[in-house]
């Protein structure tokens, strides 16, 4: 499994948490990137978590060991775009992951993830680990 790959908010949770098929595709893939969305989300999940600074920790040892690819005007007009193919398909889908489906389009990245509902967004590559 060569190639670049975006890990959905789902898939680093999986990679935390140290699941065996996520780490094994890992091995093989030639370059990871994650956004700075999904780090939000987990940010997020560790704020209202009951070990609050543990999992702070392990986000940000996680993060400084990844490249993380941030949101500019080539990603928003993304959004625009997949915001409104969705729209017409009447196939919503949550912010966060159009946004993370921006970045992944916008450097033609494979999403990795666990969410079906990425394959309503046009010209998306996805794949499940």
Not at 105 to 124: A, E, I, K, P
Request: glycine fraction near 6%; charge should be negative.
């Amino acid at each position: 499994m060569n190639g670049k790959f975006l890990l959905d908010t789902n898939i680093i949770i999986a990679v935390l948490g140290e699941d065996d098929s996520v780490q094994k595709c890992l091995a093989q893939a030639e370059e990871v990137f994650i956004s700075s969305v999904a780090l939000g989300e987990l940010y997020f999940g560790a704020c209202k978590s009951k070990r609050i600074e543990d999992n702070l920790m392990r986000i940000d040892e996680f993060a400084s060991g990844n490249t993380v690819l941030v949101c500019d005007t080539d990603t928003a007009r993304n959004y625009g775009l997949i915001k409104n193919q969705l729209r017409k398909k009447g196939k919503p889908i949550p912010e966060n992951d159009i946004w993370i489906a921006s970045i992944a389009r916008q450097y033609d990245l494979v999403l990795v993830t666990r969410d079906d509902h990425f394959s309503n967004v046009d010209g998306l590559k996805c794949e499940e680990w």
